[in-house]
């Protein structure tokens, strides 16, 4: 059975930080491409970041760019987003993703597994 878990969602004051974690089990993601998205109510699923398979290659949306950071270890099967300075526009349900890729991919509909998604809220 193919899983992907987050982790580290919570509530923050804007300003603040918090680190998201995404660990594979049932398979050997290694290969796999990873990425994090993001749904805010009654909005789209929306792109955050995206990292290949052996961690050389990232890409991110303008939105958090130079603010969050996606990494992964694959001795842990596990991805990473590192979120700083955090706005109340940065709330929402954070999913992670793997795809069957060596690269970088930006859209949702590229993407194999999914995450149940974990909650991010920024205060004012």
């Known amino acids: 059975q193919v899983q992907l878990v987050e982790s580290g969602g919570g509530l923050v004051q804007a300003g603040g930080s918090l680190r998201l974690s995404c660990t594979a089990s049932?398979?050997?993601?290694?290969?796999?491409?990873k990425g994090w998205f993001r749904q805010a109510p009654g909005k789209e699923r929306d792109f955050v970041a995206a990292?290949?398979?052996?961690?050389?290659?990232?890409g991110y949306a303008d939105s958090v760019k130079g603010r969050f950071t996606i990494s992964r270890d694959n001795a842990k099967n596990t991805v990473y987003l590192q979120m700083n300075s955090l706005n109340p526009e940065d709330t929402a349900v954070y999913y992670c993703?793997?795809?069957?890729?060596?690269?970088?991919?930006?859209?949702?509909?590229?993407?194999?597994?999914w995450g149940q998604g974990t909650q991010v809220i920024v205060s004012s």
């Open positions: 993703a793997a795809v069957n890729s060596y690269y970088t991919r930006r859209s949702s509909n590229e993407y194999d597994y």
């Open positions: 049932g398979r050997a993601f290694s290969s796999y491409g």
């Open positions: 990292i290949n398979w052996s961690g050389s290659s990232t």
